[in-house]
Nanobody
């Protein structure tokens, strides 16, 4: 069982930056591939970024490529999402996902995640 707690959400103006983090209370954090998914009101969920268990491989949705950076710190049991050049359309609840894996590749779908946090709200004002 993995329990994740997201933090760092808030209100930011368009063009601004924000860093959200996810702390997982497990003993084998280095065995987890992780990712971020977002859900905006009235919109389908979107897999934003994922990272392999080692942190060496990453995936980004086209909508955030070049603006967001996912990182994983195994020593701190934390995965973070640095969000720059934020846009109003980035407004959503951001959820941290995780799965145990032997693979060194990044997760390719939200359905491949086994555990989800409760989310943190990011609001970008225009």
């Amino acid at each position: 069982q993995v329990q994740q707690v997201e933090s760092g959400g808030g209100l930011v103006q368009a063009g601004g930056l924000l860093r959200i983090s996810c702390a997982a209370s497990v003993r084998t954090f280095s065995s987890l591939a992780m990712g971020w998914l977002r859900q905006a009101p009235g919109k389908e969920r979107e897999l934003v970024a994922t990272i392999s268990r080692s942190g060496g491989s990453t995936y980004y949705a086209d909508s955030v490529k070049g603006r967001f950076t996912i990182s994983k710190e195994n020593a701190k049991n934390t995965v973070s999402l640095q969000m720059n050049s934020l846009k109003p359309e980035d407004t959503a609840v951001y959820y941290c996902g995780a799965r145990y894996t032997y693979s060194m590749d990044y997760p390719k779908s939200a359905d491949s995640m086994s555990y989800w946090g409760k989310g943190t709200l990011v609001t970008v004002s225009s």
